[in-house]
């Protein structure tokens, strides 16, 4: 009930957006940061797997929706747009990186133990926390090794809970390409497991080959 | 790509359901109907099952790579509370240092006989107070009492008055009522003598007949 009370007076994100546009409203755009900071600042650390440069795409994902801001049209959800300009961010900084060589399986491994330092645990014992910290260093990995248009599918889908409709219109696809996207995302996200798990029990040091044409 | 969708299709008799269907399946946007379908070919087929399956463990995995913790920003109310906090401990200390500083028996009696002289202050007061209240709501019933014999007074002259005026009224329309019958009476007479005359002059009418020419 309360959450009913509160859904029916709060303020819309496109009415919020609406003020922003029409009338510079500063105050109306806190309150769209502070809904959404948390969900695209999720979404960066997934699609880029460090976290300070995650936030820094957020923060450039909001600068950049206010100098947007006349541009703006209430015809969609806010939201979608939203989700859009951050993952355009992604796409760019993944670019830049892979042009600068930051995404070779050495700044990977060297990224993946400074972020492997702010990665939460519920403090379990030393052993299961080192090996809570391998697993999710492992899938990490897997992750950022999907090519980006499956990756982007997986992280809006299962990190960020959008159905599948609502990620064929933040992607501008139709609902059963992200439907068969996410199907091969996990299908080599499977086997990228696998072999990574197989290559570090082996070899910790080995480095991960890449095995998908991205 | 090796999901599901090189099984879609009938492959002898069985159609099975293509890699789209089984995403909106595992998460769990899919019809109740759909569901049911999907749930009895899934007993049914072991080549689905199992490629269910594999996505199941590829799903399940991804949950492994928690987010990073990140430092949360410290409240606004914390300041107030840091306060609050060193104001209750001087409060504390006070308290303590109070209570042994001072001469407790001899503070406990006077505040004993302080309170016993205040409580029979009090209660003088209210017991002269009550009996004001009681004097003056006395005298208010008094008024009221003599308030209402004047009205009562006023009432039945008033009706006195409207007895008169009707009877006198009454009276007036009787004398008219007989002066309006005589009328009618004498209206009855000079009726009946047209009539008489009128039927007369239509007997001599009907006995009149034309002389014979000569």
């Keep these: 009930m309360p959450n009913l009370i509160s859904a029916l007076f709060s303020v819309s994100d496109e009415q919020l957006m609406w003020r922003v546009k029409l009338q510079d409203d500063a105050e109306a755009f806190a309150s769209l940061m502070s809904r959404w900071q948390r969900p695209i600042e999720n979404l960066c650390i997934r699609m880029t797997g460090d976290l300070h440069r995650a936030e820094d795409l957020a923060q450039s994902a909001f ?19 939203l989700w859009r300009v951050a993952l355009n961010l992604c796409h760019d900084e993944l670019r830049r990186a892979k042009r600068r060589s930051e995404c070779s399986l050495d700044a990977l491994d060297e990224e993946g133990d400074s972020q492997s330092n702010f990665i939460a645990s519920e403090d379990p014992a030393p052993d299961e926390q080192a090996d809570n910290r391998e697993r999710a260093e492992l899938v990490r990995n897997a992750l950022l090794k999907l090519a980006t248009h ?7 889908r299962h990190y960020e809970g959008l159905k599948f409709h609502e990620i064929g219109e933040v992607l501008a696809i139709p609902e059963g390409t992200v439907k068969s996207r996410m199907a091969e995302a996990l299908t080599q996200l499977n086997r990228l497991l696998k072999h990574l798990d197989g290559v570090r029990s082996c070899n910790p040091k080995t480095q991960t080959p890449e095995l998908l044409a991205l | 790509m090796q999901s599901q969708d090189s099984n879609t299709g009938t492959a002898g008799a069985v159609k099975h359901p293509n ?8 998460y769990d946007e899919c019809a109740p109907e759909q569901r049911h379908e999907l749930d009895a070919h899934l007993a049914a087929c072991p080549t689905c099952a199992e490629q269910v399956k594999m996505w199941r463990g590829s799903i399940n995995t991804l949950d492994e790579w928690p987010l990073p913790a990140r430092r949360r920003a410290r409240p606004r109310w914390m300041p107030v509370l840091k306060w609050a906090a060193a104001a209750a401990v001087v409060l504390a200390i006070g308290i303590a240092v109070g209570r042994q500083t001072s001469t407790a028996q001899a503070e406990v009696a006077a505040l004993k006989s302080s309170i016993a002289d205040l409580t029979a202050a009090v209660e003088r007061e209210h017991n002269r107070n009550l009996s004001n209240n009681i004097a003056v709501l006395a005298n208010a019933n008094t008024e009221a009492m003599q308030l209402l014999g004047d009205y009562a007074r006023l009432q039945q002259q008033q009706r006195a008055v409207d007895q008169q005026v009707i009877k006198t009224a009454l009276q007036s329309f009787d004398l008219r009522l007989g002066r309006v019958r005589s009328d009618l009476q004498t209206v009855a007479v000079n009726t009946e003598a047209g009539f008489e005359a009128t039927h007369q002059g239509l007997a001599q009418l009907a006995s009149y007949s034309i002389p014979a020419q000569q």
Excluded: C, H, N, Q
């Design chain 1, 63 to 81: 600068a950049k929706i206010f100098a947007k801001r006349a541009d703006w049209e209430p015809t969609g959800k806010f939201s979608t747009f």
């Design chain 1, 150 to 156: 499956y990756r982007e599918v997986v992280v809006l």
């Design chain 2, 19 to 26: 890699s789209s269907e089984w995403m909106s399946f595992l």
